[in-house]
Antibody
Framework: EVQLVESGGGLVQPGGSLRLSCAGS????????MGWVRQPPGKGLEWVAS????????FYVDSVKGRFSISRDNTRNSLDLQMNNLRADDAAVYYC??????????WGQGTLVTVSS | DIQMTQSPSFVSASVGDRVTITCQAS??????VAWYQQKPGQAPKLLIH???TLQSGVPSRFSGSGSGTDFTLTIISLQPEDFATYYC?????????FGQGTRLEIK
């Protein structure tokens, strides 16, 4: 059974940092594009970042460029999102998801990031 | 960036009705569109990819169509479990973008 389990969310002050992690199981992790999608409370979905199978290509939404960094370790079946200089508008549920061209079929349960002083 | 303009933002319908949701891309994206269903407190669920391919396990009352800039999600014979929020998403190029969402409520 394919599973994606996020961790690392929590309360952080504006300007602070958090590192989200996603543990994949039940599939060949290194064979798939992976990404992060977020959803502010009560709002719609926003793609955040994607990373190619071998980590050689990374893409970000403009609003997080220079602040967020996506990475993966295929030996540990893990995906990370390092988030620095967090702002109030970064507050959201962050989902880890598998896929790219044919959509995101597998999603994690989400981890909540709250940015507040 | 490719903008995905989804409409309507809200629709009220009854069990058994047919509902159509549209998404217009700001430029041609071939058939690189996916549709998702999301219920409160849950992660989105992929319904359709590449504009018209029904994901395995999704009921056949859901269908997708379109190519280029105009795309449609149709649900025939609405069931109680279909009342949710629906999103389109383009996978043609980065940044990946979603439509604003359509909330489907029971009349």
């Amino acid at each position: 059974e394919v599973q994606l389990v996020e961790s690392g969310g929590g309360l952080v002050q504006p300007g602070g940092s958090l590192r989200l992690s996603c543990a994949g199981s039940g599939f060949t992790f290194g064979a798939y594009w992976m990404g992060w999608v977020r959803q502010p409370p009560g709002k719609g979905l926003e793609w955040v970042a994607s990373i190619k199978q071998d980590g050689s290509d990374k893409f970000y939404v403009d609003s997080v460029k220079g602040r967020f960094s996506i990475s993966r370790d295929n030996t540990r079946n893990s995906l990370d999102l390092q988030m620095n200089n967090l702002r109030a508008d970064d507050a959201a549920v962050y989902y880890c998801a598998r896929g790219f061209l044919t959509g995101y079929y597998y999603w994690g349960q989400g981890t909540l990031v709250t940015v507040s002083s | 960036d490719i903008q995905m303009t989804q409409s309507p933002s809200f629709v009220s319908a009854s069990v058994g009705d047919r509902v159509t949701i549209t998404c217009q891309a700001s430029q041609g994206i071939s058939n690189w569109v996916a549709w998702y269903q999301q219920k409160p407190g849950q992660a989105p669920k992929l319904l359709i990819h590449t504009a018209s391919t029904l994901q395995s396990g999704v009921p056949s009352r859901f269908s997708g169509s379109g190519s280029g800039t105009d795309f449609t999600l149709t649900i025939i014979s609405l069931q109680p479990e279909d009342f949710a929020t629906y999103y389109c998403q383009q996978a043609h190029s980065f940044p990946i973008t979603f439509g604003q969402g359509t909330r489907l409520e029971i009349k």
